[in-house]
């Protein structure tokens, strides 16, 4: 009898072990694992679907805002999303004389806070439909949501759907997206 109970001891603390998921190891984004104990800019950094977002946090000081305590909410636009811009428009955003301007947009695409996207679909139920967020250049984000679908538009009525959700980092949390949202 000890002996069954012994053997059933060892059975629950091995199976228990092999059950038990591991710690949040981070969510990939463009075959790179972005880790929670990383900060935005770390995590944007690393990912190559980002590389272009990435390239214009460096050339501003926005990329070290987002290496700050936070929380922040970034939608980040792949790279795919900044190549539906006109032609010309990064390498344009990215000349000096138009670091204001591209500090701008930059500055669209964060909100102050950590919005998961369970919080985004909470607010827009709670709000009929819609939810407005201001981003940190202190103009509105509009939100809709079908069933798993997030869609966030800017005051033109350019829009982008979240691809990739709730990617946590260490001072916040990233969302992905399909488009690259502006400023008037």
């Known amino acids: 009898m000890k002996k069954l109970a012994g053997l059933g001891l060892i059975l629950v603390c091995i199976s228990g072990s092999a059950l038990t998921p591991p710690k949040d190891q981070g969510t990939e984004v463009g075959g790179v694992m972005m880790l929670p104990k990383k900060t935005i800019t770390e995590n944007a950094m690393a990912s190559p679907v980002l590389h272009t977002l990435s390239q214009n946090l460096s050339s501003t000081d926005v990329d070290a805002s987002l290496t700050d305590k936070g929380p922040f909410t970034v939608f980040a636009p792949t790279d795919d999303a900044f190549s539906k811009l006109p032609a010309g428009t990064n390498a344009y955003l990215l000349r000096d004389a138009n670091e204001a301007e591209l500090k701008r947009v930059l500055n669209y695409m964060v ?14 139920k709670k709000g009929k ?41 260490k001072n916040g949390v990233l969302h992905v997206v399909d488009g690259v949202l502006t400023p008037n």
């Open 129 to 169: 439909g819609t939810a407005t967020l201001i981003s940190v250049e202190g103009e509105p984000i509009t939100v809709k949501a079908a069933g798993d679908v997030i869609t966030l538009s800017d005051s033109k009525g350019d829009s982008a759907v979240i691809l990739t959700a709730d990617v946590k980092q």
């Open 111 to 124: 909100v102050p806070g950590k919005i998961t996207s369970s919080k985004l679909k909470k607010m827009v």
